[in-house]
């Protein structure tokens, strides 16, 4: 698992900052947190692939979290891709996606899926594509719960900003313990799709006998999964906290330095202190930093000295970096 920091900047542009995005590789897919201006070319300099399962998550219509979506998905079709696209985000995302195709001609001829959360009926509303201004299904939300897959789910809450806006959370499903081929070996057991049963924790009946992979220490007990939260744009609130409890990695905004804590208020934004608070109480192993003011450009380690004072394990976003959570 790989978080890839592909814009960084609030609201303007630039020349070290792209607007903001950040990517999660997780196995064979790709989740997106927002798409800003020139997402694009951000991913290909990442060097990620643009043919992979996708999971789009937008916080919110401000144009620096969105405007990057459209020329994406044109270019997913300039590439003949294939993987579907999945995109979740507030009520009228299929709006603002169906325009594009009837005025400019957005028709992907790849499998698309468009899911607007409605927080005030705790309701999906699901389009399978963008032919059709009706919606294929609806569908009740439980426990903020906006997908449920086999190896992680995904959640949201409505934070406090300008705008309505939500925050992220992947939360990855137990893991299988670490898988010790020698002991295997010891017991006979072929290298052979037996070794996958036993990987996945499965018991198998071998020569007659039920080995069961944990009782035998083939395998290691289950390992908890990881937690990924992604702030969006927000003021302190307690929906934030309580989403990212234990969060393994807070990617949290931090507009501003806490000499600016009146317009961060005023403009329900966050403080690098603000993001430092958030990471303490929310109990989360590391904070990252992002969606920093262009009147930083040349001094944003300030923004990193505030937040470390509270929460040393803080890292500032830089574009391209790379964070490994393997």
């Known amino acids: 698992m790989e978080i890839i920091i592909l814009g960084s900047s609030a609201a303007i542009p630039v020349r070290e900052r792209n607007l903001p995005s950040t990517a999660l ?4 897919e790709l989740i997106l947190f927002d798409s800003g201006e020139d997402i694009q070319r951000a991913m290909i300099e990442a060097g990620l692939k643009l043919n992979k399962p996708l999971k789009i998550l937008i916080s919110h219509f401000h144009g620096d979290h969105i405007i990057g979506l459209p020329g994406l998905l044109f270019r997913f079709g300039l590439n003949h891709r294939t993987a579907p696209v999945t ?3 507030p009520v009228n995302l299929f709006l603002y996606l169906f325009v594009h195709r009837k005025i400019l001609g957005l028709k992907p001829n790849y499998p698309i ?9 705790k309701q999906l509303t699901i389009y399978e594509s963008l032919d059709s201004e009706l919606p294929n299904k609806k569908m009740n939300i439980s426990e903020n719960t906006i997908f449920d897959g086999q190896k992680y789910t995904l959640k949201y809450a409505l934070v406090d900003h300008s705008v309505l806006t939500f925050a ?8 299988s313990g670490k898988f010790n081929p020698e002991k295997a070996k010891e017991l006979g057991i072929p290298e052979s799709s037996l070794w996958k049963k036993l990987q996945e924790g499965e018991s198998i009946d071998f020569k007659g006998k039920l080995i069961d992979p944990i009782k035998e220490n083939i395998v290691a007990p289950k390992r908890p999964g990881r937690k990924i939260t992604y702030s969006g744009d927000t003021m302190p609130c307690e929906s934030l906290i309580e989403l990212g409890k234990n969060s393994d990695v807070l990617i949290h905004e931090a507009t501003f330095s806490q000499e600016l804590s009146d317009i961060a208020l005023e403009k329900k934004h966050s403080t690098s202190v603000d993001a430092a608070n958030d990471a303490k109480k929310m109990g989360a192993k590391q904070l990252i930093l992002t969606h920093i003011s262009s009147r930083y450009q040349e001094d944003a380690v300030k923004l990193l000295v505030e937040a470390k004072e509270i929460f040393p394990n803080t890292a500032l976003a830089i574009d391209l970096m790379r964070i490994s959570l393997d």
């Open 25 to 28: 590789k997780f196995k064979n």
């Open 87 to 89: 995109i979740f985000g």
């Open 168 to 175: 992220y959370s992947f939360i990855e499903k137990p893991r």
């Open 113 to 121: 899926t468009v899911i607007e959360i409605d927080d005030e009926q």
